[in-house]
C-alpha cells in the first residue's frame, strides 16, 4: 500500500484527475463541439487497442494481423446482446470481450506452436474469414450492418476503460509473467533453455490482447450506434500496427501518444484535401528512415521532471534552539 502512493505513482494520479478534468470541462462547457468529442473518444478506444496489439507485437514479438477481427467480435457480440437480451451495457461488452478471447484461445493455440511468420498468416486470415461470416449472417444486418445499438459509451467511460486498461497491461508487463513474455521476444530458444513455457506465454499474450481488442470493439459499436463488417477489415489491423510501430515496439508510453496522435492526425490534414493522402503516409515513411524504431522504441516516458514538482521531505532538519 506504501509503494502505491509514492511520488511517482501520486504524479501519474494528478495528471490522470487533471488530464480527465480539463478534457470534461471543456466538453461539458460545449468548447469542444460533438464533432471533436467523437474524434477524442475513438481516440481513447484507439488507445486500448494500441497498447493491447503492443503486448503480442511489441513485448512478445509475435506479429498479429488480425485484431480488427477480436474487435469485430467484441462489437458485434455485445451489440446483439445489448439489442436482444437487453443486459447492462458493461456487462454486454465484457462477455464480447471474453468471446474475443476465447476464439483467440482456439485460433492461437495451433498456430503459436510454428514459427516464423505462420502466425501472422493465421491472424491475417482469421480476420478475413470474421468479415465474410458476418457479411453472410442476415440476422446481424450481413454486409450492411447492425444498426439501432443503444449509443451507451460516454467519454467518461471510454476514459475509464482506457486508464484500467493501460493499468491491467502495464502491471502484467512488470510481472513474472512479463518478464517471461520480454525473454520469449529477445531470444524465444534461449528462454526455453532456462525452463520458461514459451506456448503458455505467447498464448497469455494473445488471450490478453484479444480480450482488450473486443473489449474496445464493444465500446465502439456503443458510441457510434452502427457497425458494419468493412469497419473491421484488413486495413484496420494495419492501422493499429501502425500505432505501435508508430510509437515504438515495447513502449506503452509510445502506443498511447501515437494512438492519439494517429487519430487526430487525418483530421488535422482534411482541410487539405486530396493532399493529407501524401502528407500522411509521407510523415510514416520519414519516421521510419530517420528513427526506425518509433518515435520511443522500448523506452518509457520519465516521471522525474514531474516528480520535482513535488518537495521531498528534509531529513535533516534541526530543532531551532
Known amino acids: ?9 501520486i504524479c501519474i494520479i494528478v495528471g490522470v484527475l487533471i488530464t480527465y478534468g480539463v478534457l ?16 477524442i473518444t475513438f481516440a481513447l478506444i484507439n488507445v486500448i487497442l494500441a497498447v493491447s496489439l503492443n503486448l503480442i507485437v511489441g513485448f512478445t514479438g509475435q506479429l498479429c494481423l488480425g485484431h480488427a477481427g477480436f474487435m469485430s467480435i467484441g462489437a458485434y457480440v455485445s451489440a446483439i446482446i445489448t439489442q436482444k437480451a437487453h443486459m447492462p451495457f458493461v456487462a454486454s461488452i465484457l462477455i464480447g470481450a471474453v468471446v474475443a478471447c476465447i476464439l483467440a484461445a482456439l485460433v492461437g493455440y495451433p498456430t503459436l506452436k ?23 449472417i442476415d440476422t446481424v444486418g450481413g454486409a450492411r450492418g447492425l444498426t439501432g445499438i443503444p449509443t451507451k459509451t460516454t467519454f467518461t467511460v471510454a476514459f475509464i476503460f482506457m486508464i484500467a486498461s493501460i493499468v491491467i497491461i502495464k502491471n502484467i508487463i512488470n510481472s513474472s509473467q512479463g518478464r517471461a513474455m520480454l525473454s520469449i521476444r529477445e531470444n524465444e530458444i534461449a528462454a526455453e533453455s532456462m525452463g520458461i513455457n514459451a506456448l503458455k506465454y505467447k498464448m497469455m499474450a494473445f488471450v490478453i490482447a484479444a480480450f482488450f481488442a473486443g473489449l474496445a470493439g464493444g465500446l465502439y459499436a456503443h458510441y457510434s450506434g452502427y457497425i458494419k463488417p468493412d469497419l473491421f477489415d484488413f486495413n484496420k489491423s494495419i492501422d493499429y500496427l501502425t500505432f505501435v510501430v508508430f510509437g515504438g515496439m515495447g513502449s506503452l508510453s509510445g502506443s498511447i501518444i501515437s494512438a492519439i496522435m494517429l487519430t487526430f492526425l487525418p483530421e488535422l490534414l482534411r482541410s487539405m484535401g486530396d493532399f493529407r493522402m501524401v502528407i500522411y503516409p509521407l510523415a510514416l515513411i520519414l519516421l521510419m528512415i530517420f528513427r526506425p524504431e518509433g518515435l520511443f522504441g522500448d ?23
Open 1 to 9: 500500500m506504501k509503494n502505491l502512493f509514492n511520488k511517482k505513482n
Open 24 to 39: 470534461f470541462g471543456l466538453i461539458s462547457a460545449n468548447v469542444i463541439n460533438s464533432y471533436y468529442k467523437g474524434i
Open 114 to 136: 510454428l514459427t516464423g511468420d505462420y502466425f501472422a498468416i493465421t491472424t491475417l486470415a482469421f480476420c478475413q474469414i470474421i468479415q465474410i461470416v458476418i457479411m453472410n
Open 299 to 321: 523506452k518509457e516516458i520519465s516521471l522525474k521532471i514531474f516528480g520535482k514538482l513535488i518537495p521531498r521531505k528534509k531529513s535533516d532538519d534541526r530543532e531551532e534552539a
